[in-house]
């Protein structure tokens, strides 16, 4: 399923915004992906969720072994016939499964299987594999469980989903005639099928919006009111769960008129962790950048990106800032890292230990301007990282205000050799120009090293 923030803001007349990163992009470094900040749990989590809010779902199982998946097949719960098709989709957390391929080479993450011998079968090439789409990229997400789904013989499908619209500072409903298959595309092809309906948080969602949506949908008659209902549940799941997406495709209509969720993907507010332990106990850490979770653990703000220069910030619009005066410079981040205003000696050693264990970091730039954050702390904190695991990427450091001159002398009577600037425009340039050296001298496979004066 791919995510409808993707597609929606250039596309909504009404002005729906997309759905942003806990800090907004850099301006020059928006062409590098940044991931949001956000909960995303797999499909069989988010089914347990919406269960429990009284939404109409297929029966389902998941496993993490093949065996289970062949009593699965067989069991009461998904009817326990031969010969009866049962879908087995693998849990990662991606848009794109169907069309995805695994690195042993099995093609597809979404199956019908028709036996218990098959399920089993099927199970065994998806368990304990990587999983390769669109979305992930080469490195692709590990599969450590599977969802057998009983399959329902559908007469229709619709789209369906909440998201927060900052345009408005609400949520807002968006839905379309034409669902089960990427959403994206409807949105080229046919924009005039995408219909939303903004919701006044204080008003609170209203039976004429719901109504008005359910109709653009192409719902009628008993299926209208199933469809309705659905919709009134999924929305207060969206506001007592602190969700910031739910999307629902397909949201099916059975020949008989029923209504079902039939694949979903749910997000919440990583900062409502606190009162939502339960939601966040869904969360698989498997799936998430390691460098991110590693981060996380020491209370530092990482965001992982694709490029070659690692950088270690103080301040979110330093970062941004740093990130793009790189993309000026003709280089590419490596990550988002703000350290704060309060950083300890030790999260600034992990920060940088993170930074030289990144194999895609070619070079390291630290620009830290001292207010709070004192550039003695950072500069003892990358001496410490240095004396423990080794410098062996390039360091830049551009360091300005509170005991700068003492910062400089730490880094001084260290012993090890960093490139000193006062200017950051000087400082990217070098970052830049330096990993270049490095990643062209990798290419050809020969070493290289940098002559600096103590």
């Known amino acids: 399923m791919q995510g409808v923030t993707k597609v929606f803001t250039p596309l909504f007349r009404q002005g729906v915004s997309q759905q942003k990163a806990l800090y907004r992009k850099p301006l020059l470094a928006s062409s590098t992906a940044v991931q949001v900040r956000h909960l995303n749990v797999h499909e069989h989590s988010a089914f347990e969720i919406m269960k429990e809010y009284g939404v109409k779902l297929p029966k389902g199982i998941v496993c993490s072994t093949p065996e289970q998946a062949e009593a699965a097949f067989t069991s009461d719960e998904l009817g326990g016939n031969e010969g009866k098709d049962v879908v087995i989709k693998a849990q990662a957390l991606t848009g794109g499964r169907g069309r995805g391929h695994f690195k042993n080479g099995f093609q597809g993450g979404v199956h019908i299987v028709r036996h218990a011998n098959e399920a089993k079968d099927i199970a065994s090439k998806m368990l304990g594999q990587t999983l390769v789409t669109k979305q992930t990229g080469e490195e692709g997400k590990p599969v450590d469980r599977v969802f057998l789904m009983e399959r329902l013989y559908l007469r229709r499908e619709a789209y369906f989903s909440i ?76 506001l007592e769960s602190d969700a910031t997406l739910v999307e629902i495709n397909p949201l099916s209509e059975t020949p008989d008129g029923h209504v079902f969720v039939c694949d979903c993907k749910l997000n919440f507010d990583d900062n409502a962790e606190w009162r939502q332990a339960e939601v966040f106990t869904r969360r698989d850490r498997a799936q998430e950048d390691p460098r991110e979770v590693e981060a996380a653990q020491y209370d530092l703000n990482y965001i992982g990106l694709d490029g070659s220069i690692g950088c270690l910030v103080n301040g979110a619009g330093l970062a941004m800032a740093t990130m793009d005066i790189i993309k000026l410079n003709g280089g590419s981040p490596a990550n988002f890292l703000d350290v704060g205003g309060g950083a300890t000696k030790e999260q600034v050693q992990k920060a940088f230990e993170i930074l030289n264990g990144d194999d895609k970091v070619k070079a390291i730039l630290v620009n830290i301007f001292g207010g709070i954050m004192r550039c003695d702390v950072i500069a003892s904190g990358v001496v410490a990282a240095a004396s423990k695991i080794g410098l062996s990427k390039p360091v830049i450091i551009r360091l300005q205000g509170t005991n700068v001159e003492q910062a400089k002398k730490v880094i001084e009577g260290s012993g090890y050799r960093m490139i000193m600037s006062d200017d950051l425009d000087d400082a990217a340039s070098k970052a830049v120009r330096i990993a270049e050296i490095v990643k062209s001298a990798e290419d050809i496979q020969v070493g290289v090293s940098f002559e600096i004066p103590l």
């Open 163 to 238: 998201l927060m619209d900052r345009a408005h500072a609400g949520p807002i409903l968006v839905g379309s005639p034409s669902g089960g298959m990427a959403i994206e595309d409807v949105a080229a092809a046919t924009p005039e099928l995408i219909f939303t309906e903004r919701i006044d948080i204080q008003e609170g969602l209203t039976d004429e919006a719901v109504t008005r949506l359910t109709k653009n949908m192409g719902f009628e008659g008993q299926a209208a009111e199933e469809c309705e209902d659905t919709i009134k549940k999924l929305y207060k799941l969206f």
